[in-house]
Nanobody, 124 residues
Framework: QVQLVESGGGSVQAGGSLRLSCAAS?????MAWFRQAPGKEREGVAV????????YYAHSVVGRFTMSRDKAQNTVHLQMNSLKPEDTAMYYC????????????????????WGQGTQVTVSS
């Protein structure tokens, strides 16, 4: 069992920045960020492969979002720059222990553990 504790999020104007963090309590193969806006499906944003720290991003956030990993703290961060109103959503941290995510899955069904979610609101 892996517990995920998220922090960060909040409200910002378009063009601004926010940073999300997620601390995991155990071993993971991948950790990822997903988001879900009202009335929309949950979509993958970014994933880090724990074996080598490599990352993969959804096309919509490439060049604006950066996912990083603090291996010692078993924590991942999502730095979000140049935020747009369409980035407004509940953001969830997710983890997989069994390798279904490997190496760069952004499918929610490949993740077994989820955080409680943190709201990100971008105003125009």
């Amino acid at each position: 069992q892996v517990q995920l504790v998220e922090s960060g999020g909040g409200s910002v104007q378009a063009g601004g920045s926010l940073r999300l963090s997620c601390a995991a309590s155990g071993y993971t193969v991948c950790m990822a960020w997903f988001r879900q806006a009202p009335g929309k499906e949950r979509e993958g944003v970014a994933v880090v492969y724990s074996r080598d720290g490599s990352t993969y991003y959804a096309h919509s956030v490439v060049g604006r979002f950066t996912m990083s990993r603090d291996k010692a703290q078993n924590t991942v961060h999502l730095q979000m720059n140049s935020l747009k109103p369409e980035d407004t959503a509940m953001y969830y941290c997710a983890a997989d222990q069994w390798g279904e995510c490997a190496p760069y899955s952004l499918l929610p069904s490949d993740y077994d553990y989820w955080g409680q979610g943190t709201q990100v609101t971008v105003s125009s």
